[in-house]
T-cell receptor, first 108, second 117 residues
Framework: AQKITQTQPGMFVQEKEAVTLDCTYD???????LFWYKQPSSGEMIFLIY??????QNATEGRYSLNFQKARKSANLVISASQLGDSAMYFC?????FGSGTQLTVLP | DAMVIQNPRYQVTQFGKPVTLSCSQT?????MYWYQQKSSQAPKLLFH???????NEADTPDNFQSRRPNTSFCFLDIRSPGLGDAAMYLC????????????????FGPGTRLTVL
């Protein structure tokens, strides 16, 4: 069985600053992938970034990067230079299992 | 350029009145999923299709059924909606990679928000 834990129900960040959203996971699969999705208030789930368990480098995608620490089973999302449009719910997921999400609010 | 389309975006039904939600995709992905998401909660997988193979989650109520007549379309039927079924219903698609052992990134539709009166 797989389990995703997001311990931050809500986070606030000042516009233009960086923010880290935490995600820890548990799985017995030797090979796995970790995903981060953004869900604005409109409801659509938007794919942000993917990290494979055997990837040599941490994933980056524009202002999004993953701080992947395999030994600690953590895959934290880092958003640099936050923008007001980043305010949304963020979900960490592994395959078909989602964490409980973190509501990020960017303050002007 | 919409890749995963859900209709309708908003659906209102009465208690006990059957309702069907639809999903279509232009990605030609072999896997399609239906999730239920209640307010401020994580999406909960109801079932998924790998091609025509139907996979039901153990705790999905019998009230929920699904059909996939072809690669592009998938339907969610709620036979007798209760007040507790009011939620956002998300459809997603993905490919299968690694020899069928793992699914790739899921692409979601905009969702259908179901209200039960």
């Amino acid at each position: 069985a797989q389990k995703i834990t997001q311990t931050q129900p809500g986070m606030f960040v000042q516009e233009k600053e960086a923010v880290t959203l935490d995600c820890t996971y548990d799985t017995s699969d030797p090979s796995y992938g970790l995903f981060w999705y953004k869900q604005p208030s409109s409801g659509e789930m938007i794919f942000l970034i993917y990290q494979g368990s055997y990837d040599q480098q941490n994933a980056t995608e524009g202002r999004y990067s993953l701080n992947f620490q395999k030994a600690r089973k953590s895959a934290n999302l880092v958003i640099s230079a936050s923008q007001l449009g980043d305010s949304a719910m963020y979900f960490c997921a592994m395959q078909l299992t989602f964490g409980s999400g973190t509501q990020l609010t960017v303050l002007p | 350029d919409a890749m995963v389309i859900q209709n309708p975006r908003y659906q209102v039904t009465q208690f006990g009145k059957p309702v069907t939600l639809s999903c279509s995709q232009t990605l030609n992905h072999n896997v399609m999923y239906w999730y239920q998401q209640k307010s401020s909660q994580a999406p909960k997988l109801l079932f998924h299709y790998y091609d025509k193979d139907f996979n039901n989650e153990a705790d999905t109520p019998d009230n929920f059924q699904s059909r996939r007549p072809n690669t592009s379309f998938c339907f969610l039927d709620i036979r007798s909606p209760g007040l507790g079924d009011a939620a956002m219903y998300l459809c997603a698609t993905s490919r299968v990679v690694a020899g069928g052992l793992r699914t790739d990134t899921q692409y979601f539709g905009p969702g259908t928000r179901l209200t039960v009166l």
